[in-house]
Every structure is written in C-alpha cells, then in structure tokens.
C-alpha cells in the first residue's frame, strides 16, 4: 500500500547529521550535528526525498501540497529516528530482588556466581512459551518507539541450549516482520557459561562452535555474534575462538568487553577487526588505541553502570582517542531494564563526559553503524529511510539540559506516522 507523501514544516530545528554515511562520526565532527533552522523534510515512497529551509521546500513541492499530510513542526525539533545498537529485548522474568541485594553490597558477579543474574534469566526464558515471550517483547518494543527509537539490535543469550537460543531468536525474527521497529539480530550464545559446564566450559565452548552457531546460520536468525569475554565467563582465547568460528560462518562479530576488569577484550576487538566492542568500563588504554587505529565502534551504556553502582565509561577520553562511540540502553532484566534512549543521552553527559551533540551522534548515525545500517538510517539525508523523530524541543540543547523527559512528539517510521501527539497508532 502506497503512502501520502509527508511535508514536515518550519521546524526550529532540522538535525540532519548528514556526511556520516559512510563511515562512523570521530572526534570532534561527532560534535557537528549540521542543523538547519525553519527546516523542512519532504518524505515519500518510505524514504527521504528533499531536506532544507522551509521556503526553498515549499516551492519545490508547492504543486504537490495537496497530495501530501503537512505536518507543522513549529516550535519543535525534526532529527533521524533513535537507534539502539545493542539490547538484550526478548527474555523473560524479572530481578528486582538482585537491585535490593546489590543496594546492601553484592557484586553482579557475586549473584551471577550463585545462581542470579544470567541464570535466573535464562530459567525463566527456557520455560516461556515461543508466545509468551513475543508478547512481553513486544510490549518493549512499543515502549522503545514511543521512547523515539525506530532500530534496534536484539541478542539472544538467556537460553544457553541449542534450541532455547534458537527460540529467542525466532522471536525476534518474528517481531522484525510484525512491529514497526527494525530489528538487527545478534546470536550471544556466549552469554555465560551454563550451570551444567561449570566443571566443563570447554565442552560448551564447542557446543557453541559446532552446533549452535551453524544452525543460528542455516535458519537465518542473526547478522552478529557476540560473546561476553570477562574474568570467570569467556576467557579471551576462549572469545576468539567462538567469534572466529562465527565470522567463518557470516557472522560479523562484536564483544562484551572489559565491563568488569581489564580483560583484553578491546585488544581482542581490535585484533580481529570487531564491529563494536561494547561496555569498556575497564579498557586499557592501550586497547582503546588499538580500537581507534582500527575503526572499532566503541558501544557505551551509560545506564548499565549506573544501575550497577560502578565506575562509568570515559566516553570523553574515547573521543579524544578518536575511538567512535555510539550510546544504548542494553536493554536487560538484570543490568538496565530502560527502554529510554533519551535518558541515556542525559546520563551520557552528566556522567561520561560528553558533549549534547555527541550524545545525539552517538544515538543516531554512529549508533546505525554499530550495527552495520549507517548507509540507509541514522540521519536525515536524501535516499535514506523515512525514519524520523519530531520532539517537543526549541532547541537540541533541551533534550540533554531536561534530564529523564521523553520529547517524543511524533515518530515517523520508513514513511509511516506510528506515535502521533506521544501515543502509539495503531
């Protein structure tokens, strides 16, 4: 079904983050949003077709007002739909106990190692139904859209068997053709060592090699595979070996790295040429050079440290080291359970040092890299996606000078108007 062209009009402001398609935004352009004011978008077909000053726009379409939807966006801001590059959507259950037992002093390795974190979560993701877990998904999805994000990645991990893995991705799988979120898939098989390996977790290493990751490939469920390399999880050897075995299969690989301790893990991105290696609370510097020489897509997720009471990331000396940085949620019943990329471009500003221009890089067209989409989404350029975000902003500055307030206004996704006056459309 075809759509009416829409015409965004007299915005105060038009972010269009143009001139990073090609490549993720470095150093000091990640701070160069290109802005243009009294802007507007004309949108047709699902993609962007003209972006510039109202005056010009509206004598270049003035014969075709009356076929399109006019949108005034006056006295707010126009910028590319939210992109969230790494997320943990499709699980089930839920650990608020574990927040009351780090509040009185537990590490989150001290609850994985009794039985919590991960494992609680993959017990109750194995025992939901393929139904169950669609349905609570879903309703993630559509807090994430009315929260402005139109992309996001989804890893499997809380099954930890071959056939549980398989079902969190088939999920998603499903809620890519059904939702209108995009959905980028990434297999985690290499979440965590499960209970049953513990004495064996080398067994398990290759159950991931020779069986899972195949399969994860014959059936089409995954564009990444990622692997969490931490002391007492996957060894670094360990890591290598499994997203080797990915990528020889087509899988591009990513890494939980040094979240925890200094482990080697953006070392080990940068020797293999990792599409991102995410956390980096503990990177050495070392490997945060390494990862910059190699266009390695640092991912930071303010939110997880914050909730997990630790040192945050130094976003601000990863930019100054030219590694490029992209910002999300990670998404989790465990360490982050947000939806609110809004909110995580507050915290990447009040609590890593970034600039409010930084964080919207981060969260739009560096954020499409890290999962491999900055060619067609992540900002408002001619030939791109349709996915646009307006907000209840006069300037881009209020987005991170108002802390823990969703702007979302409208949210317009690959042509089609889905939140309208901050409600789902449905």
Request: overall charge neutral; proline content about 4%; aromatic content about 6%.
């Amino acid at each position: 079904m075809s759509l009416n062209p829409i015409f965004i009009r007299n915005a105060n402001e038009v972010i269009t983050l143009k001139g990073g398609s090609s490549a993720p935004v470095t150093g000091s352009n990640m701070k160069k949003l290109h802005v243009i004011n009294n802007g507007s978008i004309w949108l047709e077909d699902g993609k962007i077709k003209a972006v510039g000053d109202d005056e010009e726009l509206l004598h270049q379409y003035k014969n075709r007002l009356h076929e399109s939807t006019v949108i005034n966006a006056q006295g707010k801001i126009v910028m590319p739909g939210l992109v969230d590059p790494h997320t943990h959507l499709v699980y089930a259950g839920s650990r608020e106990n574990e927040f009351t037992r780090r509040l009185h002093g537990s590490s989150y390795m001290e609850i994985m190692n009794a039985g919590g974190g991960i494992h609680a979560t993959t017990k109750a993701t194995r025992e939901a139904s393929f139904e169950q877990l669609y349905i609570e998904s879903k309703k993630r999805l559509d807090a994430f859209l009315l929260h402005g994000v139109t992309t996001v990645e989804a890893k499997s991990g809380y099954g930890l068997t071959v056939e549980s893995e398989l079902k969190q991705l088939e999920v998603a799988k499903e809620l890519n053709k059904s939702h209108s979120i995009d959905i980028v898939s990434t297999f985690m098989g290499a979440h965590a060592i499960p209970a049953h390996y513990k004495k064996a977790p080398e067994k398990y290493v290759e159950l991931i090699i020779d069986e899972m990751i195949p399969k994860v490939v014959e059936r089409k469920l995954a564009q990444f595979n990622d692997v969490f390399c931490e002391k007492g999880v996957f060894s670094p050897q360990q890591s290598r070996r499994i997203l080797l075995a990915g990528f020889n299969h087509g899988l591009l690989p990513k890494i939980h790295a040094d979240e925890i301790e200094p482990y080697g893990g953006a070392e080990l991105a940068a020797e293999i040429g990792a599409v991102s290696a995410d956390h980096l609370l503990r990177a050495s510097e070392k490997g945060l050079r390494m990862m910059a020489e190699n266009g390695v897509m640092g991912v930071l997720l303010p939110g997880t440290a914050l909730f997990l009471m630790t040192e945050c990331a130094n976003g601000r000396n990863m930019i100054d080291l030219g590694v490029p940085i992209a910002i999300s949620t990670d998404c989790n019943p465990g360490s982050s359970p947000t939806v609110s990329m809004p909110l995580m471009m507050n915290f990447a500003c009040l609590t890593m040092g970034m600039t409010p221009e930084e964080a919207i890089t981060s969260s739009t067209i560096n954020a499409a890299h890290a999962i491999k989409c900055g060619h067609e989404i992540g900002s408002l350029e001619v030939g791109k996606k349709a996915d646009v975000l307006i907000l209840y902003a006069a300037n881009y500055r209020q987005l991170q000078y108002h802390y823990g307030v969703n702007h979302t206004d409208t949210v317009i996704k690959a042509g089609k108007v889905v939140v309208k006056d901050g409600k789902l459309l449905r």
